[in-house]
C-alpha cells in the first residue's frame, strides 16, 4: 500500500493538507503571502543614474510595491525585463505602484545600466545577497528572477517566480489591477 493511501485511512492526509507550508522556490524559502514583507534597507541607483539614497520597504508604505530580483545588470533578459518594466512604468503609477529592482551588481554598475537604459526607477545594490535570501531568490552569486508585489500596507500579496522576461511586467501589472479590485 502506498503512503498516502495508508495516511487517508488513517485520516490524517486531510490534516497535513491543511497544514501550511513554507513555498520554495530556486533560491530559497519564499516569504509567506498575506504577511508583512521582509525589510530591506539598500542603496539605490536609478531616475538615470542618481547614486546613494537608501530605500527601505516602509518608504513605499501608502502605494503598492512591486520589487523585483534578478541577476545581473547588461544581460539579455535582465535587460528585457527592465525595458519591460520602463515600457509600463506610467501605468504602474497610475495604479499607485512604484517599481523597483534588485540584484547583487554594485550602485556604480546600477547606475550605468539606469543611463543606458534610461531607466526612470531605483535599482538596489545588494552585494551580498541579504535581502535576496529574505525573499528566497539567493543562489550565490546572483540574485535570482522573481517578483513581489507588496499592497501599501507593507504586506505581500503576490509572488512570481519562473519568470519570462519578455512579458513579465504585464502579467505582473494585471496581477496588481486584480489585486486592486
Not at 3 to 15: A, I, N, S, T
Not at 102 to 127: N, R
Not at 132 to 138: I, M, P, R, V
Request: aromatic share 8%; with cysteine.
Amino acid at each position: 500500500m502506498r503512503r498516502q493511501e495508508v495516511l487517508k485511512l488513517l485520516g490524517v492526509l486531510p490534516l497535513l493538507a491543511l497544514r501550511p507550508r513554507p513555498a520554495a522556490a530556486m533560491g530559497g524559502t519564499l516569504p509567506a503571502l498575506d504577511q508583512l514583507a521582509p525589510d530591506f534597507d539598500l542603496e539605490s541607483a536609478g531616475q538615470t543614474g542618481a547614486l546613494g539614497q537608501r530605500l527601505q520597504r516602509d518608504d513605499f508604505r501608502g502605494s503598492w510595491l512591486v520589487l523585483y530580483f534578478y541577476p545581473r545588470d547588461f544581460t539579455s533578459g535582465c535587460t528585457l525585463e527592465a525595458r519591460g518594466f520602463q515600457r509600463d512604468l506610467s501605468l504602474y503609477k497610475a495604479a499607485n505602484g512604484a517599481v523597483v529592482g534588485v540584484s547583487a551588481d554594485g550602485s556604480d554598475k546600477h547606475a550605468s545600466f539606469c543611463t543606458s537604459e534610461g531607466l526612470d526607477f531605483p535599482l538596489l545594490s545588494d552585494p551580498g545577497g541579504a535581502v535576496s535570501k529574505l525573499y528566497g531568490s539567493w543562489i550565490p552569486p546572483f540574485s535570482q528572477r522573481h517578483t513581489f508585489v507588496i499592497d501599501p500596507d507593507g504586506v505581500l500579496r503576490a509572488r512570481f517566480v519562473g519568470v519570462n522576461p519578455s512579458i513579465h511586467s504585464q502579467e505582473v501589472l494585471s496581477t496588481l489591477k486584480e489585486l486592486q479590485v
